[in-house]
């Protein structure tokens, strides 16, 4: 991994596939210097969400506000990734 003011890309693959059903896509913009995010929502699959939880109907305003925690904590994402820290462009 090279560069500096590396620019980002926050995946939200959506409800179809896991993030690994996307690897090459991911791969694909990394290697060509974007960080790729992908976050796990709390309808994906994995967590096996009940039709019937409350939340349900109202679950793409969680998906917004998981973005907006993704961005918001860019700082720690960035510190947690060895190689990375200091290397992502943070413009807004």
């Keep these: 991994m090279t560069g500096s003011r590396l620019p980002i890309i926050v995946f939200a693959h959506g409800?179809?596939?896991s993030s690994?059903?996307?690897a090459p896509l991911a791969n694909f913009w990394a290697a060509r210097g974007f960080v790729v995010l992908q976050p796990t929502f709390l309808d994906s699959r994995m967590y096996a969400l009940n039709p019937n939880d409350?939340?349900?109907?109202?679950i793409w305003r969680f998906r917004v506000d998981d973005v907006k925690r993704v961005l918001d904590h860019l700082d720690f994402i960035e510190?947690?990734?060895?190689?990375?820290e200091g290397r992502?462009?943070?413009?807004?």
């Excluded at 510190?79 to 990375?84: D, E, H, K, N, T």
């Excluded at 992502?88 to 807004?92: A, G, S």
Aim: net charge negative; aromatic share 10%; hydrophobic share 25%.
């Design 15 to 17: 409800f179809g596939n």
């Design 54 to 58: 409350p939340r349900t109907p109202l």
């Design 88 to 92: 992502v462009d943070h413009c807004e």
């Design 79 to 84: 510190a947690s990734v060895p190689g990375l």
């Design 20 to 22: 690994e059903g996307y």
